[in-house]
């Protein structure tokens, strides 16, 4: 579920760690983040590598939570993130019928349910480990672009999706590089929301979304806290090293292989034009 949104954090750590820093990350970082040099090194180190407790004892850097743990939630510390694929957890109860209660985390978690626009969400707590909801309708829809199948998809919104009836308003408003490797992007998108992630906002709203969108919070250095912009890094990144660069305008400057795992070309479509999910889903990645 993970393996490929750590692969392009590792990658984008990597590309920083060379003399002088690999040609591909140094134009991203300054399409993205309007940074070069050794400020983008120690900014890339911060934001990824694995760094010391600060007085509150959390740490940086979301390769921090990289390795699989097994056993007791109760046994976590507070720097890690658990990972959930059903909202079954989430109830409400009599005495605060107005919030929901994650019976996971133990506390009231909100009024409702994030799913109902969203890809994923993520929810921090002081002294607790953080989590990442991956929404069911969405991982239905990933269930259906990788069997090509109607079998499973339950949700309106993901037999939509699979069906490819809402390519038109997505390309409207997105570009390629947004939509390839879907599934990895907004894992990646969701661990820089995280407490080792350092709480990656999306600034402005909808408007922290997509390349076109991020190239503009570059100008004024706020793309270095948008949680997009860092996704779009780690994703243009890995296609880069696959041998399918992209431009200033989040085009491929040749068409990507999609062979291998179904979760790389969630969105892509190479070949055939885009086939993404709905845009309102997109803008919505939280």
């Known amino acids: 579920m993970v393996e490929q949104a ?43 590598d694995p760094g010391q407790p ?9 390769r921090v939570f990289e390795e699989e743990k097994t056993g007791d939630l109760d046994d976590l510390d507070k720097n890690e993130v658990v990972i959930f694929c059903d909202t079954s957890r989430l109830e409400r109860r009599v005495k605060d019928p107005l ?11 909100g009024s409702t349910n994030g799913c109902g626009r969203a890809f994923m969400y993520t929810q921090t707590f ?16 990933a269930m259906g672009k990788k069997f ?16 490819g009836l809402d390519t038109w308003i997505t390309n409207k408003k997105y570009t ?12 990646l998108h969701e661990m820089m929301h995280t407490t080792p992630g350092g709480f990656k906002d999306d600034i402005g709203g909808f408007d922290g979304y997509g390349w076109k969108n991020c190239k503009g919070l570059a100008g004024d250095g706020s793309g270095k806290n948008n949680a997009d912009s860092w996704a779009l ?16 305008n989040g085009n491929f400057v040749s068409t990507p292989s999609v062979q ?9 479509g190479a070949g055939r034009g885009i086939d993404a999910v709905q845009v309102d889903a997109i803008k919505h990645l939280m």
């Open 126 to 141: 002081a002294n607790h480990w953080d989590v990442i909801q991956v929404c069911p309708w969405f991982l239905q829809y």
């Open 6 to 48: 750590f692969t392009m954090a590792n990658l984008a750590s990597a590309s920083v760690k060379t003399e002088p820093i690999d040609a591909n990350a140094a134009w991203l970082l300054q399409q993205l983040f309007n940074i070069e040099g050794s400020a983008a090194k120690t900014m890339v180190e911060l934001a990824l």
């Open 54 to 62: 600060n007085n509150k004892q959390e740490r940086t850097g979301i």
């Open 260 to 268: 291998g795992s179904s979760r790389r070309w969630l969105g892509s």
């Open 176 to 187: 390629p590089i947004d939509l390839m490797s879907l599934w990895d992007k907004a894992m």
């Open 233 to 248: 890094f780690g994703s243009a990144l890995y296609w880069f090293s696959q041998g399918s660069p992209i431009d200033e």
């Open 148 to 163: 090509q199948t109607k079998k499973d998809i339950t949700s309106l919104r993901a037999y939509l999706a699979v069906k």
């Open 99 to 109: 919030h929901l209660y994650d019976n996971k985390v133990k506390r009231a978690v």
